[in-house]
């Protein structure tokens, strides 16, 4: 079963997108309205609006009130969207070492153009007043909180996080929620309750090196599923999967995947949980990008629509608030006790005066206007790396248009090696990601990431000018 020619409005939505591709339909253009589209295409309004709302959360149109739809300007790029891998059909063992500590070291050297890790810029984040909640819990509390606290992690914080759930569309209690060392913690803890050395577990290709470094510590096997630049996996690819060998888990992105910022449709992520809850494969999801998003709504993550019943949720505020406190939180549902014995096992528990503390901002109730600012912030930035790609990398180059989250993937012609970009880069003070990174049989040689995630500068456009006349270069040898 292919699920993504099943939807009339994802037919829909995908004409307009190759009109767009074409130059039919012009940056800026208003498109026909929601009675109009559906009279021509003999189908109901609700379909046709459906698409255009598809669109319009993947970043592609922008609605104005009143007006109606029209074509996103950062679509005024005539560069084409990376293809979908066609990865190997076989689960292999994954070789990633070394990759993520370079990339953490080179985050940290303060004299590169920072185009490699996706963290947001110091800058970004509301660290006066984090400073003064830590200040505060330590003054009023320093001692009672220099003590061992609870292993799930300080009540305050996970009655917070619980209040929030409220947004993805799925209701937790305070118990539910198991604090954990930052998204990578949960993921650890999650892959060890679900999986044992030697199992196999389904990923999206491209993805996250971090969760690659983590599979292969564990000594799992990744079976990388085609992943496409916007819509996200294949769910009809993981169905021949599970229905050929056996698969420990499934982890995936609850959307805006790093790095190619894909996101599934609703319909898909339903098609796709049955798919797992026929099979008996539970869902481990990395939602750390879902506040992120530059459309109308938070898009809703898999917990969110089949109610916890297969899937463990994983998140963080590493990407948004504060990536050096490690924070972040796991609601594992049925696994919740097999989560808790291994949370005591490997850290007993996390330190209080930065759970406190980020409690305490929470509950000042100024997160969402912050989520806000950074959410526009981020959109820019990407719109202005997408021009500054445009004008200067080789005019194959295909780039993603993520929909949120701030990095972006480029995809050069085969011959293109972006390890050999990466080396020359650093000798020019410019740090990016190289595209083996994010695979477990080191493909994507030809492709790189580049974060968005710094505030827009000169040093910034021109270091991806820079990186565009390397490539260019290269490949006029
Ligand atoms: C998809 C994804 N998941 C998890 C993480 C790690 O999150 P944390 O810093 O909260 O451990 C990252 C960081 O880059 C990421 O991109």
């Known amino acids: 079963m292919d699920t993504h020619t099943s939807y009339r409005y994802e037919q829909l939505a995908d004409l307009i997108v190759g009109m767009i591709d074409k130059g039919a339909l012009a940056p800026g253009a208003r498109l026909p309205s929601v009675r109009a589209v559906s009279e021509q295409h003999s189908i109901s309004i609700s379909t046709a609006l459906q698409a255009y709302r598809l669109l319009e959360d993947r970043g592609v149109l922008v609605a104005r009130p009143q007006s109606g739809f029209y074509v996103a300007a950062a ?15 076989k689960a292999s063992t994954v070789s990633i070492s070394g990759a993520v500590a370079a990339l953490l070291e080179h985050a940290s050297n303060s004299k590169l153009v ?46 917070e996080i619980a209040k929030r759930a409220m947004r993805i569309g799925h209701a937790l209690s305070p118990d539910d929620v198991l604090i954990t060392a930052g998204c990578t913690e949960a993921l650890t803890l999650a892959l060890t309750a679900v999986a044992q050395r030697g199992d196999t577990i389904a990923i999206e290709s491209p993805t996250y090196v971090g969760l690659l470094h983590t599979l292969e510590v564990l000594g799992l096997k990744a079976f990388e599923l085609p992943t496409n630049p916007t ?7 993981l169905e021949r999967l599970l229905e050929t060998e056996p698969v420990a888990a499934c982890v995936l992105s609850s959307c805006f995947n790093n790095p190619l910022g894909s996101a599934m449709a609703e319909a898909d ?21 879902g506040d992120i998003y530059f459309g109308r709504e938070r898009p809703k993550p898999f917990i969110a629509l089949d109610g916890g019943a297969n899937t463990i949720y994983c998140s963080s505020f590493s990407k948004s608030l504060a990536p050096g406190y490690r924070i972040g939180w796991i609601a ?87 390890r050999e970009l990466f080396d020359q880069a650093l000798e020019h003070g410019i740090c990016f990601a190289p595209g083996d990174v994010f ?28 990186l565009g006349r390397l490539a260019k270069e290269m490949l006029a040898r």
Not at 78 to 84: D, E, I
Not at 144 to 159: D, F, H, I, S, V
Not at 359 to 381: K, M, Q, V
Not at 448 to 463: C, F, I, P, T, Y
């Open 269 to 289: 992520k339903r098609a796709l949980l049955a798919v797992l809850a026929r099979h008996a494969v539970p869902l481990i999801e990395d939602d750390v990008y």
């Open 439 to 466: 695979s477990a049989g080191r493909r994507f040689r030809n492709c790189l990431r580049l974060s968005a995630g710094h505030l827009w500068s000169k040093q910034v456009e021109d270091g991806i000018r820079q």
């Open 75 to 89: 679509r005024r790029g005539a560069l084409a969207l990376p293809s979908t891998a066609r990865p190997r059909t």
């Open 114 to 159: 920072p185009l490699g890790c996706a963290v947001p810029d110091a800058a970004l984040l509301q660290s006066k007043r984090l400073d003064l909640a830590l200040a505060r819990a330590a003054r009023q509390h320093g001692t009672r909180y220099n003590a061992y606290c609870p292993a799930q992690g300080e009540p305050g914080l996970r009655r």
């Open 231 to 237: 819509r996200g996996i294949e769910v009809g690819a």
């Open 332 to 418: 594992a549902g049925a696994y919740a006790q097999q989560v808790m014995e291994r949370k005591l096992a490997f850290s007993l528990c996390g330190p209080a005066l930065p759970q406190v503390a980020l409690a305490d901002f929470l509950a000042s109730g100024t997160y969402d206007t912050h989520l806000r600012s950074i959410r526009r912030i981020f959109e820019d930035n990407l719109a202005r790396m997408t021009c500054a790609i445009e004008a200067s990398f080789p005019p194959e180059t295909k780039v993603s248009r993520p929909a949120g989250g701030f990095v972006l993937w480029l995809e050069l012609p085969r011959r293109f090696d972006s």
